[in-house]
């Protein structure tokens, strides 16, 4: 069992940085692939951003592609996701997600997600 807390949203103009942190409890984080998520009112949750096991492997959307940074530091049990030049398209909750295997990372198919947080991002 991988319980995930996600933190660090909040509001912020257009243009801003946030950093979204993720903590894990458990002794096998760095044998799950760790995903950023979002969803948006109204809309479908998404993939944003993906990390494999070890942190050698990393997969964006191509909506934040040169915008946003996946890391993890698995000795703080801890994913990251620095957000750069934020629209206000980004305003959705975002979500972290653990998956046990270390590929198929953008789809959906995830075995643990933490609650969310919210991001929203002003014009």
């Known amino acids: 069992q991988v319980q995930l807390v996600e933190s660090g949203g909040g509001l912020v103009q257009a243009g801003g940085s946030l950093r979204l942190s993720c903590a894990a409890s458990g002794r096998t984080f760095s044998s799950y692939a760790m995903g950023w998520f979002r969803q948006a009112p109204g809309k479908e949750r998404e993939f944003v951003a993906a990390?494999?096991?070890?942190?050698?492997?990393?997969y964006y959307a191509d909506s934040v592609k040169g915008r946003f940074t996946i890391s993890r530091d698995n000795a703080k049990n801890t994913v990251y996701l620095q957000m750069n030049s934020l629209k206000p398209e980004d305003t959705a909750v975002y979500y972290c997600a653990a998956r046990k295997l270390n590929y198929g990372l953008t789809t959906l198919k995830y075995d643990y997600w933490g609650q969310g947080t919210q991001v929203t991002v002003s014009s």
């Open positions: 990390i494999s096991w070890s942190g050698g492997s990393t």
